[in-house]
């Protein structure tokens, strides 16, 4: 069982998440609900609860300052929110969870699902994403954003600048990074194209995805091929091959 509060400042939306709960997903036990930044803080460090579904905007601050008021966040933390493009980026580098209202069934249950199994098999150290989040949010240099990378093995911080290239290994994405190191990420590169196309990162071809910041040139002879920094050759698919050639020139 996972117990949860729910920490919204508009009523209606805590009723029909409430609902939503109740029918889809039984394993979840409302402890209670809170209307704004500083009941919710309260309510938390009383109830300890395992989890808080968190609206970004409410009339007393935002979910981000709620977060920025505790020293250690051991709960773990779904967003709800209407459509705020920039939070919603600011939430997917920092690798956390968030729901869209109106909220959708299946992706309620989704959502609730990753949060029993991260109780049931290693618990994800929420205070680091949270800490990508926040300055992220804080800092709206696009130079200076991070992203989280998970592997089997640790959660990774990156600069998203520090990426020279990815690329497709069936349902997994090799990153590679400009100190010569790599990762293989569980995460498809049409997911992580989503995720870094705003950031300077263009798709030549199918298996892989580029930044643009770390392009050396264009070498014509077998078919076309793009030269990085990191001496690696990135194929160029045909229907892409004008399209490139284009964005390097205005480089």
Known sequence: MVKAIIIDDEKKSRNT????????????????????VQTGKAFIKSAKPDMIFLDIQMQDGSGFRLLESFDKVDFEIIFTTAFDQY??????????????KPIVPDELIDAVRKVEDKKIIKKANINQN????????????????????TTAEKIHVIHVTDIIRCESDNYYTNFFFRDGTKLLISKTLKENERLLKDHNFIRPHKS?????????????????????????????????KELIIETINSL
Do not use: Q, W
């Open 87 to 100: 939070a919603i980026k600011a939430i997917k580098y920092s690798a956390l969870d968030y729901l869209l």
């Open 130 to 149: 949270i800490d990508v989040l926040l300055d992220n949010i804080k800092n709206k240099d696009a130079a200076s954003k991070k992203i989280i990378l």
């Open 17 to 36: 998440l409430v609902g939503l709960l109740e029918r889809y997903c039984p394993n979840v036990i409302i402890l209670g609900e809170a209307e704004g």
């Open 208 to 240: 892989h995805l580029i930044n643009v910041s770390y392009i050396k040139g264009f070498i014509k002879n077998d078919g076309g091929y793009i030269l990085m920094d990191d001496n690696s050759k990135v194929p160029v698919s045909r229907r892409r």
